[in-house]
């Protein structure tokens, strides 16, 4: 299975201040996508992270908001932007792999962000 | 629309024990997955078992199986042998053909495992 790293892994940001995740896979890989999980909740799809193009969002989800980039096929990053105390979340990407087997998606370590 | 249904929102199992964690869906789609993951308190997913629509055969994979019922739209995960590190939050979640391979997720089960 893909080797999923995320930056950073935790923290803590003060309001009005933007935050870059960066995701890196170990190989190259069809669809990258950004999750959000706010506290005590389920996961909840932000965007599909496109290689080349601009990401594809989800409603209830803005680009201004949290921009992605995915520059080539192993790497996106997302941004979230001028932070409220509501985006306090865990944010995971996941991946799914050009051959994987029974389309089997991977997430990475998750990036644990507080806003205070 | 997808929906998946998760009714547990808590469980025990004594260890060593075998514990079902059930899961319902719901879409209109004929070609459809399902998955179970597992997230520890340290937050990480960790995948554990896919079962395809058109997979005749439940998927298995060590304790893990995956319990499918396609008339009645369910996908409930079995652990055998219960272990202390089972202890975590479980969630069941779907892809559709329809919306491609975006995992929709239920609200989560979390097991406790009793020595």
């Known amino acids: 299975s893909a080797v999923i790293s995320q930056k950073p892994s935790r923290d803590i940001c003060q309001r009005g201040t933007s935050l870059t995740i960066q995701c890196q896979v170990d190989?190259?890989?069809?669809?990258m996508f950004w999750y959000r999980q706010q506290p005590g909740q389920s996961l909840t799809l932000i965007a599909t992270?496109?290689?080349?193009?601009?990401?594809?969002?989800e409603s209830g989800f803005v680009i201004d908001k949290f921009p992605i980039s995915r520059p080539n096929l192993t790497f996106s990053t997302l941004t979230v932007s001028n932070m409220s105390p509501e985006d306090s979340s865990i944010y995971l990407c996941?991946?799914?792999?050009?051959?994987?087997?029974?389309?089997?998606?991977?997430f990475g370590p998750g990036t644990r962000l507080t806003v205070l | 629309a997808q929906k998946i249904t998760q009714t547990q929102p808590g469980m025990f199992v004594q260890e060593k024990e075998a514990v079902t964690l059930d899961c319902t869906y719901d879409?209109?789609?004929?070609?459809?997955?399902l998955f179970w993951y597992k997230q520890p308190s340290s937050g990480e997913m960790i995948f554990l078992i896919y079962?395809?629509?058109?997979?005749?055969q439940n998927a298995t994979e060590g304790r893990y199986s995956l319990n499918f019922q396609k008339a009645r739209k369910s996908a409930n995960l079995v652990i055998s042998a219960s272990q202390l590190g089972d202890s975590a939050m479980y969630f069941c979640?779907?892809?559709?053909?329809?919306?491609?391979?975006?995992?929709?997720f239920g609200a989560g089960t979390i097991l406790r495992v009793k020595s």
């Open positions: 996941s991946v799914t792999q050009t051959s994987g087997r029974n389309n089997e998606q991977f």
């Open positions: 190989s190259q890989v069809t669809m």
């Open positions: 992270a496109n290689q080349g193009s601009e990401a594809t969002y």
């Open positions: 879409t209109s789609d004929q070609s459809y997955g």
């Open positions: 079962q395809g629509s058109y997979d005749e």
């Open positions: 979640a779907m892809t559709t053909l329809t919306y491609g391979n975006k995992l929709v």
